[in-house]
């Protein structure tokens, strides 16, 4: 039986804002427990919400970001379940007229996957669980500092056909919501959280089938890996003849597998009602135009622009935009060095192999644009050579430090005087006499022989052209 | 919409209230009042007529993103029962089977 993947994500992302969104308390991460707290954000009886207009023009940059339509007119709902990190026992959220519906997001492949809605909530608390998990915790502990921080979520189309394509949409959202500077989408600091339904049907068949949600996905390649799973379990148990239960799935990143979570009898009745202490919010059409007028360049069309303009190709593009500040480094550099294939290819390979090592990213590393041209005209001009431009390249990386300084300081000036390299060329000649006689004997292997020896000598300085060309003309005279 | 026992059992669970049986059948009867009055409200045709949130029409009053100083956190955890670093201290979140 051949099956077809069916998946829809829910992503939930914190707004940056300085303040939370419904109160006055700071979004700062991190800081004491309990100290970034109000009346409000703590549930107190009487405290009244006031929405952040911060918060809302974030969310509707976000929609606009994602191609969505923002409604004039949206309403707030109290969502209702008892939970320790909930202290109002509510939250509030968006229910039947949410702030924005209807967007997409374009695949590398030209495939559309469609966004269903976009709309604002309240963050939860934090539990910290006194124990290796939450089943063996005796007791837990609660921290309200991210209570109340802003949150939008949203939620995609069941249009998403394979893990791979999961992941390739959270990776384009995150670059959307970063270059629309919407939120740090920092998985590791909760600000970018992803749950995924997931269910199998027969392929051909337009009815879906029994899915499963899944939990605890804390990184684009756990939601990949979790994913690939499910589809793998799901398509043994119909395969079976059995049935997919539909039940919350938790992902356990040691042991690579999923496992049904304990059910609650009143789950997924939440009781929404509409919140009484929140008016409608109204927004004009003036000031959602000037919020759209004001969008950065996305990363699709500075990608399309990377290829047209510099010549790059789709993955070229697709890796030089992957981060704004990534691609506003590339722009940088290009500005100063005018070979956009060349810059890409360092960025690509040498830069990014020293920012997987230091686990960096381009903006946290001392790496700057004008230091990277720099190294590249050393390149250009024949004052060092590529294998010492990737010494070069790592120290200025590490320390900030000009390369013409770094080639200066350490004397790594490519050797390009002919005769300093002849009278080298004629010591390694004559030290070496078996390899010359195989030279006239038509060996080519000793040329390459020679000029390694050549390079030995000057500590791999010979300019390496000048040195195939002296040694070439040496050995003809012989 | 049709009340009965179930109903409002169910809905004291998700209340998290522990009611008596005689309280069960008493709110069944209660609340089956209160709906049915409340029903009369579906003789008059609402068709084209939005829900009216507010009496007077008002909409959201916005506040600037600014950071106030607001509780410390002693003061917030003060009428805790039940604290430890700094944090309320829970009970158990998922009972045991
Ligand atoms: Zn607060």
Redesign the interface.
């Known amino acids: 039986m051949d099956y077809e993947v069916v998946i829809g994500l829910e992503v939930h992302v914190e707004l940056k804002?300085?303040?939370k969104i419904f109160?006055?308390?700071?979004t700062a991460f991190g800081g004491?427990?309990?100290?970034?707290?109000?009346?409000f954000c703590?549930g107190l009886p009487g405290a009244l919400p006031?929405?952040?207009?911060?918060?809302?023009e974030l969310a509707t940059r976000a929609a606009l970001a994602l191609g969505c339509t923002v409604h004039k007119t949206s309403?707030f709902h109290r969502k209702?379940y008892?939970?320790?990190d909930l202290p109002a026992a509510y939250q509030i959220s968006q229910y039947d007229k949410p702030l924005a519906t209807g967007g997409k997001i374009t695949l590398s492949n030209g495939k559309t996957i469609g966004i269903t809605r976009v709309h604002m909530e309240a963050e939860a608390g934090k539990?910290?669980?006194q124990g290796d998990d939450?089943?063996a915790?005796?007791?837990?502990?609660?921290?309200?500092n991210r209570s109340g921080i802003g949150l939008i979520e949203i939620v995609s189309e069941p249009d998403i056909r394979s893990p791979e394509e999961a992941k390739e949409y959270l990776e384009q959202l995150k670059a959307i919501l970063q270059y629309a500077e919407v939120s740090d989408c920092k998985m590791e600091e909760g600000s970018l959280r992803c749950d995924a339904n997931i269910s199998l049907r027969k392929r051909g068949s337009k009815e879906l089938g029994t899915k499963t949600e899944l939990k605890n996905l804390n990184s684009f390649r756990a939601v990949e890996r979790a994913l690939e799973y499910e589809v793998q379990r799901q398509s043994e148990v119909l395969k079976s003849g059995g049935e997919v239960v539909q039940e919350t799935r938790t992902w356990d990143e040691a042991r690579g597998i999923t496992s049904p979570m304990?059910s609650k009898?009143?789950a997924e009745?939440y009781?929404y009602f509409?919140e009484p202490d929140?008016?409608?919010?109204?927004l004009e059409e003036g000031w959602i135009e000037e919020i759209r007028s004001q969008l950065p360049e996305l990363p699709r069309d500075r990608a399309l622009r990377f290829q047209e303009e510099y010549g790059l190709n789709e993955y070229d593009s697709g890796l030089m935009v992957s981060t704004k500040e990534m691609a506003d480094f590339y722009e940088a550099t290009v500005k100063l060095f005018p070979e956009p294939k060349e810059v890409a290819n360092w960025l690509m390979v040498e830069v990014q192999r020293l920012l997987r090592s230091s686990e960096q990213e381009i903006q946290e590393s001392k790496l700057l644009p004008e230091n990277l041209a720099q190294l590249l005209k050393l390149v250009k001009d024949g004052t060092i050579s590529g294998s010492v431009a990737k010494t070069v390249l790592e120290e200025s990386f590490a320390t900030g430090e000009e390369p013409k300084k770094i080639v200066e300081a350490k004397g790594l000036s490519q050797i390009s005087d002919e005769g300093q390299l002849r009278e080298i060329v004629a010591s390694v000649v004559e030290a070496n006499p078996k390899s010359v006689a195989d030279y006239k004997t038509g060996k080519g292997k000793a040329l390459g022989f020679l000029v390694g020896q050549v390079m030995k000598q000057t500590r791999g300085m010979a300019n390496p052209q000048l040195t195939n060309k002296i040694l070439k003309e040496y050995l003809e005279q012989q | 919409m049709s009340i009965n026992r179930e109903v409002v059992e169910h809905v004291a669970k998700l209340a998290k209230l522990a009611i008596s049986e005689e309280e069960a059948e008493q709110f069944t009867n209660e609340i089956a009042g209160i709906l049915a009055y409340a029903e009369k409200l579906n003789a008059l045709d609402t068709t084209g007529v939005d829900p009216l949130i507010s009496p007077v029409p008002m909409q959201a009053v916005l506040r600037d993103d600014i950071v106030e100083e607001n509780l410390s956190q002693q003061e917030a955890l003060a009428a805790a029962p039940e604290v430890q670093d700094g944090m309320f201290k829970v009970p158990r979140i998922i009972e045991e089977e």
């Open positions: 804002t300085k303040a109160c006055s308390c700071s004491e427990p309990n100290s970034h707290v109000c009346p703590l006031v929405l952040n207009k911060k918060a809302v309403t209702n008892f939970y320790p539990s910290l669980h939450i089943l915790a005796e007791y837990s502990l609660e921290d309200f304990r009898e009143e009745d009781r509409p929140l008016m409608p919010l109204e």
